[in-house]
């Protein structure tokens, strides 16, 4: 490598410094959290609109997962020490704006927070009666240890646990320790379909609903990167293309659940960040029957 390559590279590095550069000028290597395990698609619909960000904003990129799996405290805290990861998504809060850099266009339009329960099969029955929170909180559920939904479900008055990790959620339940578990509605039919056999299911006739912002973060002071994944997200929303990596995605398992035909039971989010753009309508998802 030349001297005037090299320096090109040093000051482009410089310029992105939570971001790899790859050894062409023109191509970055950009890290993201790795699949927790075969079987767990909740990192697909993310990376692809992370793929779909860097492709409209005009970057050349190779996604790179991490070496490890992380749960969403160690991730937030490898991506803030600039580590292991350039870039990672989760649902915000507060305190995860202080932590991170948050690029504030929810990827999901907002899905995150349309919950559907997961059930044993057996239990289907007792939960036909429920029309009110105060009835759903005489059952337990549980949520990951480090989600945010967990203090959501709590101050909310429902008796949730905490689980320490993905898939325990699941024995969980199984084995009778929990009620229920409240998966958002993009994630709980591969799940459960996933686990056929298991004698769990979808719960046909509730729907949970809490404003929630699912983003892309970055390392803090990483602008370059921040610019690069707004500037592409608008270009994804203004041209369509990423409403149409939404439907693709989402669009058949949202039918089968039938989310507009559902009890809809609102919850407060008393850790909605205050910036949080609900202003702009187009960005979120609505059932059909939403006002």
């Known amino acids: ?19 790899a550069y790859a050894t062409s000028a023109s191509r970055w ?27 409209r904003a005009g970057v050349a990129a190779d996604l790179v997962p ?58 289907l029955a007792h939960f036909r009666r429920i029309r009110e929170i105060g009835e759903l909180a005489t059952m337990v559920g549980a949520q990951g240890h480090d989600w945010p939904d967990l203090a959501i479900l709590q101050a909310n008055g429902l008796r949730t646990v905490a689980s320490p990790s993905y898939e325990s959620l699941f024995e969980l339940l199984r084995r ?17 379909d996933a686990r056929d056999g298991r004698g769990l299911a979808v719960e046909p006739l509730l729907l949970l609903h809490y404003p929630a912002a699912q ?19 608008r270009r994804a929303l203004a041209d369509g293309s990423l409403d149409a990596l939404f439907e693709r995605t989402y669009g058949p398992d ?27 309508p187009g960005w979120w998802y609505r059932p059909e029957s939403e006002p």
């Open 29 to 55: 290597i950009v890290r993201h959290p790795a699949m927790h395990a075969v079987g767990d698609h909740r990192a697909e619909y993310p990376v692809a609109v992370l793929r779909l960000a860097l492709e």
């Open 215 to 233: 983003y892309f973060f970055v390392r803090p002071g990483n602008d370059a990167l921040a610019s690069m994944l707004e500037r592409g997200l």
């Open 66 to 123: 991490s070496t490890v799996a992380m749960e969403q405290e160690r991730a937030i805290r490898a991506l803030s020490q600039g580590q292991l990861i350039d870039v990672m998504w989760t649902v915000s809060t507060p305190e995860r704006e202080r932590r991170l850099q948050p690029v504030r266009i929810p990827i999901d339009r907002g899905l995150i927070g349309w919950r559907v329960l997961a059930v044993r099969r057996d239990d």
């Open 1 to 19: 490598m030349d001297r005037r390559l090299a320096l090109v590279l040093l000051a482009l590095a410089t310029a992105l410094p939570s971001a």
């Open 176 to 192: 009778g320790r929990i009620d229920y578990v409240a998966r958002g509605a993009g994630e709980i039919v591969p799940e459960l």
């Open 254 to 280: 949202l039918e089968r659940l039938d989310l507009a035909g559902r009890h809809r039971l609102r919850l407060a989010n008393p850790q909605l960040p205050p910036g949080t753009p609900l202003s702009h």
